[in-house]
Structure formats: C-alpha cells, structure tokens
C-alpha cells in the first residue's frame, strides 16, 4: 500500500503562473517532508523540505505547505519558468526508519511558454 | 565537489545473467542508499548503508538482490540470476549521516539496467 500518494501524473501550466503540485500521506510517523525534482537521465535534485512541526516552508519562487491534519502536503511553485519542467516527487521519512525516503509515483509538471 | 557518481549508465543483459552496479558516493558521506525506480512509478528503497553498522536490507525484493560497501566508500549492487521485472533505473544517494532524523541525500544519475 502506498505510504505517499501523487494522485495527478501530470500538470500543465502557462509560463507566469502559479503550479500547485500535491502529495498526501497515510503514515502520521512521518516527520520530514520533501520535494525533489528530477530532469530525464539525470538523478533527483533536493529542491525543498519541510518539518513536521512547520506549516509552510519558502525558498524563492518555491514555497511548501504542509496539513498534518489532512496529511497533505503541496509544492507552489510562482511564478512557473519553462525550466521548472521536470517530474516532482514527494518524499517523506520519520521515526523508525533509518533516514531512508518514501517516494511518491511523481508529478510530470510542464510549463508552457 | 564531485558528486554521486554510478556506473555504467545504461546496461542491457540477458535473463538469467548476472550484474553489478556500482556508486561512488561523495566524499565524507557515511550514509548510502539504494533505491529503483521501475517504469511509471516511484523511487523505491532498496538497502541503506550507514558507517560500519550492519546494513538495512528491508527494501530488498528477493534473495537474488545483494550491496556491499567497502571501506565505507564505493558500493556494489549485485543482481544475481536477472529477471525482466528487474529492469529499472537503480539509483544510489549518499548522505553525511544516517537517519532517524533527516539528512539531504544527493543522487547519482542512475544506472538503466534493461533485462532482455
């Protein structure tokens, strides 16, 4: 059974505007959150992380929000460039495991010029 | 600095035959992961390597999946008796230190090992 869970495969936005990307999770153990981005036949680049015991997370154009009560989390990326086309994963780690991540099935997001 | 470095990139063997993967991880990082990443879906954790400690084998899909680490360095992933399931991109991540509590992981480009 799916601990993360990237319900939309893929996302396709206007250059300039907003993307939302959203994750959801079941195991209420989990206690770091993150998104990383990754480019085709390159390996996942970190891009931005948020604790449990945090409800948002900015860094630049890129900003995280995390509901615990819902367990969802969500990646707004504004205002979108063409470069941030790439997949977005979710990840999330926690108390009994040993720092290994769990990855969601990512988010093809693509911004159109 | 050099970053995680995996070899080869692109691999395509027979069933039934033997591979090796291996990862360089980035100097000074005592945490290593394994993970794949099969067509359509995520990451998937495979072993975790942290320092001198017995390895967490919990990812690992069968018996045919064995990693060392030596000298706390480079890593091997061996996949003995390959299956077509077994085609995948194998990533390794290496990290200053393990967990509970999180520590970045910075990725290798992955090796693509197709199974004929």
């Known amino acids: 059974d799916q601990q993360v869970k990237q319900n939309s495969p893929s996302l396709s936005v206007q250059e300039g505007r907003i993307s939302i990307l959203n994750c959801d999770y079941t195991?209420?153990?989990?206690?770091?959150f993150l998104w990383y981005k990754k480019y085709p036949a390159e390996g996942p680049t970190f891009l931005i992380s948020?604790?449990?015991?945090?409800d948002k997370n900015e860094d630049g154009r890129f900003t995280v929000f995390l509901n615990k009560s819902a367990k969802h989390l969500s990646l707004h990326i504004v205002p979108s460039q063409p470069g941030d086309s790439a997949v977005y994963f979710c990840?999330?780690?926690?108390?009994?495991?040993?720092?290994?991540?769990?990855f969601g099935k990512g988010t093809k997001l693509s911004v159109k010029p | 600095g050099a970053g995680v470095s995996q070899s080869p990139s692109n691999k395509v063997t027979e069933k039934g035959k033997d591979v090796e993967l291996r990862c360089d991880p980035i100097?000074?990082?005592?945490?290593l992961y394994w993970y794949r990443q099969s067509l359509g879906q995520g990451l998937e954790f495979l072993i975790y390597?942290?320092?001198?400690?017995?390895?967490?084998k919990s990812g690992l899909p069968s018996d045919r999946f064995s990693a060392e680490r030596t000298g706390g360095s480079v890593s091997t992933l061996t996949i003995q008796r390959t299956q077509q399931e077994d085609s995948a991109v194998y990533l390794c991540?290496?990290?200053?230190?393990?967990?509970?509590?999180?520590?970045?992981?910075?990725f290798g480009p992955g090796t693509r090992l197709t199974v004929l």
């Open positions: 991540a290496s990290s200053l230190a393990g967990g509970p509590s999180y520590n970045e992981q910075f």
């Open positions: 390597f942290q320092g001198n400690s017995a390895p967490d």
């Open positions: 100097s000074g990082h005592t945490a």
């Open positions: 195991n209420s153990m989990f206690d770091y």
């Open positions: 948020i604790s449990s015991i945090k």
């Open positions: 990840a999330a780690s926690g108390w009994g495991s040993q720092g290994n991540l769990i």
